[in-house]
Structures are given as structure tokens and as C-alpha cells.
């Protein structure tokens, strides 16, 4: 095959007069028209001289014209590289310095903040804004609405990825064309997908969970996206009658729950509800029944493996699991210390190994050796354990990491920027319960001696450096911080104490 990942998700909707998307404006989008738009960036990128292997940094707001950029860079075979809207031109200066992308496509709102930095970096950068309008689109729009696929195989690289480390520098994790192909192919069997399928997609298409689980399972099925620019309550449950299968993070299904216009008969058409990217509360999963009728389908994954577990789709889906090892995924439970097995029951590391799993950390073979062992197993940080029934449970993470509404947030990034602050001797960044992000940032600030801190001028500063979802939703001032002998911070003793901070 000249390009597995082109030809097998879109390759075969070429010329389609298949619904691909239906969109907030009541106009549909259909495959093939989707795939001529997207056959006109691919040419743009010809005509920059991108070459493949390059890669392409995105930083542009949810649309159909954002998915083409996706289905341009596999046909041209050119690297994705999805950001995070939310993100700063301080952060996004960072992945267009370590990528070393060649292209920037933003829009037009960020142009003259990003300009210094492309210049800087020998980007180009052009313009898509979410009306599909835009400096990049201009020069497509005279392009050839039909593009000569580029040869690739399934060990080239179709992404980037950045996830944020525990030193707070942020890694690109490399994922092959085999690496999403592979997950997209098993995920469409083990939840049944079919050309009949319409799915209700609310989610960011910047990150694994919108992008690569939905966007990728409904072209490889040919089925309809109803595709909302983000997570709108009235229009999900307005458009539920129309749709078979949602997918969000736990925010959503507490969000749903807490209307009481979501009932069993809005519900009724639908098939499948999937949760993921965050802990389901086994309350949501019971209330969410209740309601409903539905038992939501919880599934576990990451950015540098894609999905690693599901609950099934026949048979029983079991509330705080995360189900049973997909097929063709290897999953185990070890000791941290020594990396060996440990015996069934017992709370440990889960390592996963597979087609699954990326290729490494871009220009980062230390960080890339710490987490992939040599025999293909990759530490995921997550802490778990395997019931007598085989169903995995996710109990804990082995990494400093928040998760809140879904994105993860590293500790050290914000401790980073909370202790450049005036008068901050050093700080503490945790998560805690939140009722509707499950989790959120909690910033705990010691003050230098004979210093009273500004925390409302602290925040104001936090917005240049750190995206909105990252900065802590509260501060607290503290004499000192909880150390234990060896002098390291005791935030499992924060946690206790603030638990209570957003309790409802
Ligand atoms: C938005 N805000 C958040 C936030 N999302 N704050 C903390 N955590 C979040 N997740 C802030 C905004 O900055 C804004 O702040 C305010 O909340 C309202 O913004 P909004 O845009 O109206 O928020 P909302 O639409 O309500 O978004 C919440 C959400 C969204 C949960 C629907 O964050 C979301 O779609 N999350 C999904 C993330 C995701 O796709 N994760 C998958 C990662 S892949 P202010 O102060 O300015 O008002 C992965 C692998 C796997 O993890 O297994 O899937
Ligand atoms: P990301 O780096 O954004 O891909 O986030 C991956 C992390 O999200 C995983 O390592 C887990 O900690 C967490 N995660 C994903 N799915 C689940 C789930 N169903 N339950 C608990 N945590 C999850």
C-alpha cells in the first residue's frame, strides 16, 4: 500500500457523496467535498516545498477546514502536530522551537504574536481561521482539488503530539502511521462501528481522544460526525434524537446528568456512550444507568499509546474499571522499583506494549529510555491493578500530574511560573476534587520572609505564561510547606488538607 494511513481512512471516500459531517449550521459536509478541500492544503504544502517528514504545528480553532489540515499532512505525508487552542505564544513558541516545524498555520487573532517567534524559528506561517478564511486558504482555494498521495509506510510518523513532562518541559511523543491505524482498526471492531453510525463529537480535536479515537474510528467506518465546536449541553442533548454514540471525558456525563432535560427518551436512539481521558466516578456510571438505561463504556488510553483498554462492549461494564486489555495490547502490572511481573491482585505500574505504542520522545532519548523499555514495554505512570476477572483498574498515577476536565496539567510547570513570581520564596501546586473537572489546580504560595504576597496581581501575571485550563483556580498562602526528613514536599499531605476546597 502507497500510504496505509491516507488510504485506509480517507482513501476510500474519495469522490463519496457520503455525509461525513453535519455542522452547527445545519449544512453537511460530505466526504468526497471534505477530501477535495483537503487535497488543496495538501498542494499548498507542495508548493511551500514542505517535504515529508516535516511537520506541521496547527494551533487553529475546531472545524472541518482543521480536519482537512489532518488529512492533507497524511496524504502529503508530513507530520501533524495538533495544539492546544488554549495554549500561549509562550508555550507554543516552545513546540515550534523543539519541533523544529517547518510550517505554523494559527489563527489570524494569534498572527502577530506568533510572527516573532516563526521568524525566529524559519517557520512559515500562515493563517486558517475557524470560517475557513485565512492567508493559507486563499492559496489553496487556486490549488488542484485532487493531490498524488505520497508514498509512506506504517513506520513513518503521522503525528506529533506534545505531552507535558514532570520537569515541566514538554515532550513531543512520535506516533507512526501503524501506531494510529492500528488502534483506529481495533477500536472500530470492539465497539462495532458501522457506516450507520452518527457521532455526537463535542470534544477538542487537538488531542488523542477527539482526534485520534473519534475522528479516526468514524473514517475508517464511514460513518457521520455531528460535529459541535465544543462542549455545548443544550446542543448535545437538542442533537442526541439524531445521534448513536458520544464520546467525552466524565465531565460531560456529570454535565448531562446534572440537566434534567437529559432523560432515557433523549437518550433512546443512542447506542453507545463512551468515557475516558479522566476517572469516571463508579457514582456516574450508576446515576448515568439510572437515568438512562445506558451503561457507559469507560476506556483508558494516553497520548503515547492511544487507547490501552476497554471495557467490552458485550458483556458486563464495570463501574471504576477500565476494562480488559484491547487486543493485540499487552498489558502488565509491575513493581516499580525492580519492573518485575506482580501477581495478579497486587497495585503496581501498568506497562503496555503493542502496535499501539509510539516510537519515542522527538530529540529526547534519555526521557524516551526512562518510560520505553528496550523490549517495547512502556511505563505509563499510571498505578493499577487486575481483578480475579482480568478488568483493570486504574488507582493511582506514579506521575505528579492533575487532570482537569480532561487536559493534564504538570505540577512543575506552574510551580515554575508561580516562583518566578514578585515576593514568592516557592510554591506547591496539587490537584484537588472539583465537581466538575473531576480535578483542579490548587497553587499554595510561601511568601519571602517580611513579603505579603498580591495574589490577585499574581494571577493576572499568570495568563502570558500559562494557558488558562493550567493556572490554579485558588491560592493559598502558607507559612512553610509540608516536608518530610529528606527535605522533598509532602503533597499527599496538601491534598488531605485542601480536599475540601471545591467540595459542592
Ligand atoms: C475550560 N476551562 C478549564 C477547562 N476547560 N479549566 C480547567 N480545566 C478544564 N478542562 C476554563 C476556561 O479556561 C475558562 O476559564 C472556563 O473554564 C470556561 O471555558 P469553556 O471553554 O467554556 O469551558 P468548557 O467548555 O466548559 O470546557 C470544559 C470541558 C473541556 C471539560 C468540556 O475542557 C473539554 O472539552 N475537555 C476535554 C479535554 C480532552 O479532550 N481531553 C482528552 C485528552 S487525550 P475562564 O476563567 O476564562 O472562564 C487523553 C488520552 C485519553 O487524555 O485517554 O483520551
Ligand atoms: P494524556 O497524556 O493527555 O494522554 O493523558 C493520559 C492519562 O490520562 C493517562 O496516563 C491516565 O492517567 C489518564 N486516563 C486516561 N483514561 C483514563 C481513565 N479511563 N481513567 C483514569 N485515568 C485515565
Known sequence: MANPLFDTLFGDHLGSDAIFLHLPD????????????????????????????????VQIA??????????????????????????????????????GAGLVLTDTAM????????????????????????????????????????????????????????????KGAMLSQGNLLSNAQTLVKEWRFTSDD????????????????????????GSQMIFMPKLDVDQLIANMPQATTLMGVPTFYTRLLDDARFTKERAQHMRLFVSGSA?????????????????????????ETNMNTSNPYDGERRAGTVGFPLPGVELKITDSKTGKSLPQGEIGDIEVRGPNVFQGYWQMPEKTAE???PDGFFITGDLGQIDADGYVSIVGRNKDLIISGGYNIYPKEVELVLDEQE????????????????ETVLGILVAQ???????????????????????????????????????????????EQFAETFAP
Open 423 to 438: 515576593g514568592v520564596l516557592e510554591s506547591a501546586v496539587i490537584g484537588v476534587p472539583h465537581p466538575d473537572f473531576g
Open 26 to 57: 445545519g449544512e453537511t459536509l460530505s466526504y468526497g467535498r471534505f477530501l477535495e478541500i483537503a487535497a488543496t492544503y495538501a498542494g499548498a504544502f507542495a508548493q511551500f516545498g514542505l517535504q515529508p517528514g516535516d511537520r506541521v504545528a
Open 279 to 303: 476517572p469516571l466516578l463508579a457514582e456516574t456510571h450508576v446515576q448515568f444507568e439510572q437515568r438512562t438505561g445506558h451503561r457507559i463504556l469507560e476506556r483508558y488510553g494516553m497520548t
Open 371 to 373: 518510560e520505553l523499555r
Open 111 to 170: 498572527r502577530d504574536a506568533l510572527k516573532p517567534i516563526t521568524d525566529r524559528c524559519n517557520a512559515r506561517l500562515e493563517t486558517l481561521n475557524r470560517d475557513g478564511t485565512g492567508s493559507f486558504a486563499d492559496i489553496a482555494a487556486d490549488l488542484p482539488t485532487v493531490f498524488e498521495t505520497v508514498n509512506r509506510t506504517s513506520d513513518d510518523l503521522a503525528a506529533f503530539l506534545y505531552t507535558s513532562g514532570t520537569t515541566g518541559r514538554s
Open 62 to 99: 475546531k472545524s472541518p477546514q482543521a480536519l482537512a489540515v489532518y488529512a492533507a499532512c497524511a496524504q502529503s505525508g508530513l507530520v501533524f502536530l495538533p495544539l492546544n487552542t488554549a495554549y500561549t505564544a509562550d508555550e507554543v513558541a516552545y513546540f515550534v522551537e523543539n519541533s
Open 449 to 495: 520572609p517580611g513579603q505579603a504576597l498580591d495574589l490577585d496581581s499574581i494571577k493576572n501575571r499568570l495568563g502570558a505564561s500559562l494557558a488558562r485550563f493550567k493556572q490554579p483556580q485558588q491560592l493559598i498562602v502558607l507559612p512553610e510547606l509540608p516536608r518530610n526528613t529528606m527535605g522533598k514536599v509532602q503533597k499527599k499531605a496538601l491534598r
Open 198 to 221: 452518527v457521532l455526537l463529537h463535542a470534544l477538542p480535536i487537538f488531542h488523542t481522544h477527539g482526534l485520534f479515537v473519534a475522528t479516526n474510528v468514524v473514517l475508517l467506518s
